[in-house]
Every structure is written in structure tokens, then in C-alpha cells.
């Protein structure tokens, strides 16, 4: 049985950083490719960041690029979003998703594992 968990989640002012992390059991998440999504009350959900497998390529969307970074720990068979510069507009439930096939894609559609999230709040 496939779990994932995502965890780091918190409140924190606007400036600061904050590192997320996915856990998983039943997959190896180094063999397949992860994105992080948020969601925020009233708003759709919003692929982020993604990773391809192994060494893969990484994505970003703009509203993240240069503050957020994706990377994979393989020995603990986890992977990380470290944030930075955080702002009031990057609050949100941070999901951590897994895709068995194909490649990285910000296309929540496409993931087949989902972790049940971390609240991100972000206000002074």
C-alpha cells in the first residue's frame, strides 16, 4: 500500500523560509516523478514544482521560481521543497504527489499518489 506524507508545514512571517518535506512507504520515490501543488481556499489547485525520476529534470512555476527548490533525499527515500522569501500569497495546503508513468508535469491530473497535505500560513 502506497502512503505518502507531507510534512514542515507551519506559520511563518513574510520573508522567511520554510522546508517541506514528502515522505513515502510502499514507493520508491527516487524511480518515479514527484510534483509539489498548493491549493488555497477559493483559489484551484497549482502545480508548483516537479521532479522527473532519478536525475530528472526539475520544473517551477513562475509564482515560485527563484524562491522555491525541489530536490530529492534518495537514502531516506524522501523529497523536499525548500521556500524562501515566503509571502502572504504563498499560503496554502502543500500536497506532495506521486506519477507512476510518464514524466514530470505540472498536471495535477496526472499524478496517481497524494499525500494529504501541510498548511502553510504565511502573515506577520
Known amino acids: 500500500q502506497v502512503q505518502i506524507v507531507e510534512s514542515g508545514g507551519g506559520l511563518v512571517r513574510p520573508g522567511d523560509s520554510l522546508r517541506l518535506s514528502c515522505a513515502a512507504s510502499?514507493?520508491?520515490?527516487?524511480?518515479?516523478?514527484i510534483g509539489w501543488f498548493r491549493q488555497s481556499p477559493g483559489k484551484e489547485r497549482e502545480g508548483i514544482s516537479c521532479?522527473?525520476?532519478?536525475?530528472?529534470?526539475?520544473y517551477y512555476a513562475d509564482s515560485v521560481k527563484g524562491r522555491f527548490t525541489i530536490s530529492r533525499d534518495n537514502a531516506k527515500n524522501t523529497l523536499d521543497l525548500q521556500m524562501s522569501s515566503l509571502q502572504p500569497e504563498d499560503t496554502a495546503v502543500y500536497y506532495c504527489?506521486?506519477?507512476?508513468?510518464?514524466?514530470?508535469?505540472?498536471?495535477?491530473?496526472?499524478?496517481?499518489?497524494w499525500g494529504q497535505g501541510t498548511h502553510v500560513t504565511v502573515s506577520s
Open positions: 510502499g514507493i520508491g520515490l527516487s524511480y518515479y516523478p
Open positions: 521532479i522527473g525520476s532519478g536525475n530528472g529534470g526539475t
Open positions: 504527489a506521486a506519477r507512476l508513468r510518464g514524466t514530470g508535469t505540472e498536471l495535477g491530473s496526472l499524478y496517481d499518489y
